[in-house]
Structures are given as structure tokens and as C-alpha cells.
């Protein structure tokens, strides 16, 4: 299974590349963009993810969905980090996990433009491009930390940044590159320590939290006990040797 969806991602990533000046439209909200490379990865993956596994269910960004069940469902977000698609940016990934009873227990997300394919099976580890990776052991005080601006929330714009400003004083640097799949990615392999968005949908970070934990690391839903499928809610990823100082800025009092 894990080998056939990482070959359909790899379809998806080529659809999106191939697509680079797709239509553009505005969708509700802030700065919020869908494009028909969008629509049309996903409508690849939804025809092909269903036919794979019959009896699923299709979970995803650009559609109108019923809450999460207890049935096998793929979680997919066509293209993580729209804007960065629409501009150029090479910055963006396919994001595809599989649930079931509402955990991930398989996790793939491809990033075309680098030729890179992270995936994950619960219990069995987290690879690139089959190869084994861990999260860094790298300190909290030297943490290189990803963080997401939750630009569709007005209400979380301070909060954003003065957890940002936090780690900048804290930590070690920032960086930003607008996909949550790729931070997420780069907390797994190594590249960076910590993650960090107010604000995420299951889309976001289904295969992604599967990737940083199958990798050592520790991802958890920000300010209360729900699982991060359980509606949107700020997300963290880390390395062990970071995750409790990090979680502790990130859960700090306004």
C-alpha cells in the first residue's frame, strides 16, 4: 500500500509541475488562494486513492467534507503551500496520509521540485527517498525554528508573533517557507528542530505528524488534549531535546 501511494504522489507532484500557470481564484478568508492545479491534483488523488483502497473515505482541502470517522480515510492536501506554487517559490508538497480509526498510519509527502519523498508506516520508521532519517539532537538554545503565520486569522497575528520574537530570544534563528508539509519534514530529517502554526487543518499535518514521530520526534496539538484531527488547532513538531521549552512558549498566557 505505502509503495503504491508513494507513486501516486509522485504522479501528483509531476501533474503540479506540469501545471505551473493554473488559474488562479480567491477562496474565503485572508490572502487565500485555490488554482486549478489544485483541483486537478486532487481530483486525481481522490479517483485513484479510492480505487486503491475500496470502502475508504476522501478527506481533503478543496472540498466540503463530513467530519472524521472511525473508517479508513486519506487525508490529502493537493498542493501545501499554494501561494508559493502560484509565485514560483518551488516550495510546495503533496501531502497524503491514510487513517484509520483516526490515527495516520501511513504518511507520504512529496516535494517535486527537490525530488524529495518523505513517507512513514506506524511502527515501521519514517524514510527519504527510502532512506531511514531521525530528528536532530540539536539543543533547544540552538534550535533552528519553522514557524507558520496562520494568515487566514486575524485573531492569531500577535499571538504568531510574539511566539516567534520568544523563540528568536531563546532559541536560535527562524524560518519560514509556507508549507506546513515541508517544516514538518524538515523537523523529521534533521534540517530544522522545531515547528510551529496556530492554526492547522488534518490536511496540513496528517501525514506530516506521522513522518516527525516514525522519526523520533514530537508532535502534539497546542492548548488542550484533542487529537489534531479533532477541527483546527495549533500544532507543534520537535525534537525531543526541544519539545518541552517549546511547548512551553507556545502554551504561555497572552
Given at each position: 500500500?505505502?509503495?503504491?501511494?508513494?507513486?501516486?504522489?509522485?504522479?501528483?507532484?509531476?501533474?503540479?509541475?506540469?501545471?505551473?500557470?493554473?488559474?488562479?481564484?480567491?477562496?474565503?478568508?485572508?490572502?487565500?488562494?485555490?488554482?486549478?492545479?489544485?483541483?486537478?491534483?486532487q481530483q486525481f488523488l481522490k479517483?485513484?486513492?479510492?480505487?486503491?483502497?475500496?470502502?475508504?473515505?476522501?478527506?481533503?482541502?478543496?472540498?466540503?467534507?463530513?467530519?472524521?470517522?472511525?473508517?479508513?480515510?486519506?487525508?490529502?492536501?493537493?498542493?501545501?503551500?499554494?501561494?508559493?506554487?502560484?509565485?514560483?517559490?518551488?516550495?510546495?508538497?503533496?501531502?497524503?496520509?491514510?487513517?484509520?480509526?483516526?490515527?495516520?498510519?501511513?504518511?507520504?509527502?512529496?516535494?517535486?521540485?527537490?525530488?524529495?519523498?518523505?513517507?512513514?508506516?506506524?511502527?515501521?520508521?519514517?524514510?527519504?527517498?527510502?532512506?531511514?532519517?531521525?530528528?536532530?539532537?540539536?539543543?533547544?538554545?540552538?534550535?533552528?525554528?519553522?514557524?507558520?503565520?496562520?494568515?487566514?486569522?486575524?485573531?492569531?497575528?500577535?499571538?504568531?508573533?510574539?511566539?516567534?520574537?520568544?523563540?528568536?530570544?531563546?532559541?536560535?534563528?527562524l524560518r519560514r517557507s509556507g508549507s506546513a508539509a515541508v517544516d514538518?519534514?524538515?523537523?523529521?530529517?534533521?534540517?530544522?528542530?522545531?515547528?510551529?502554526?496556530?492554526?492547522?487543518?488534518?490536511?496540513?499535518?496528517?501525514?506530516?505528524?506521522?513522518?516527525?514521530?516514525?522519526?523520533?520526534?514530537?508532535?502534539?496539538?497546542?492548548?488542550?488534549?484533542?487529537?489534531?484531527?479533532?477541527?483546527?488547532?495549533?500544532?507543534?513538531?520537535?525534537?525531543?531535546?526541544?519539545?518541552?521549552?517549546?511547548?512551553?512558549?507556545?502554551?504561555?498566557?497572552?
Amino acid at each position: 500500500m505505502l509503495t503504491k501511494i508513494i507513486d501516486l504522489a509522485r504522479e501528483a507532484g509531476r501533474i503540479m509541475r506540469t501545471d505551473r500557470h493554473a488559474a488562479i481564484h480567491q477562496k474565503e478568508g485572508h490572502f487565500n488562494f485555490v488554482t486549478d492545479a489544485d483541483v486537478a491534483v486532487q481530483q486525481f488523488l481522490k479517483r485513484e486513492l479510492l480505487s486503491l483502497l475500496p470502502g475508504s473515505r476522501f478527506f481533503a482541502e478543496e472540498q466540503e467534507n463530513a467530519p472524521l470517522t472511525e473508517q479508513p480515510t486519506f487525508v490529502v492536501d493537493p498542493i501545501d503551500g499554494t501561494l508559493n506554487f502560484m509565485r514560483g517559490r518551488n516550495m510546495s508538497a503533496v501531502s497524503i496520509a491514510l487513517l484509520k480509526n483516526k490515527r495516520p498510519v501511513l504518511g507520504v509527502i512529496y516535494q517535486p521540485y527537490a525530488d524529495e519523498m518523505f513517507s512513514a508506516e506506524a511502527g515501521k520508521g519514517a524514510w527519504l527517498n527510502g532512506q531511514a532519517i531521525r530528528v536532530s539532537d540539536t539543543p533547544f538554545e540552538n534550535a533552528m525554528v519553522c514557524f507558520g503565520t496562520s494568515p487566514y486569522d486575524a485573531d492569531l497575528v500577535s499571538r504568531s508573533m510574539d511566539a516567534a520574537r520568544q523563540f528568536l530570544l531563546r532559541a536560535g534563528d527562524l524560518r519560514r517557507s509556507g508549507s506546513a508539509a515541508v517544516d514538518l519534514c524538515d523537523v523529521a530529517c534533521g534540517r530544522a528542530d522545531v515547528f510551529f502554526e496556530l492554526r492547522l487543518r488534518p490536511w496540513d499535518v496528517a501525514a506530516g505528524s506521522l513522518i516527525v514521530q516514525e522519526a523520533g520526534g514530537v508532535f502534539v496539538s497546542l492548548g488542550h488534549d484533542r487529537p489534531y484531527y479533532d477541527g483546527a488547532s495549533g500544532m507543534m513538531a520537535a525534537n525531543p531535546l526541544c519539545a518541552a521549552k517549546a511547548k512551553e512558549i507556545l502554551e504561555a498566557e497572552p
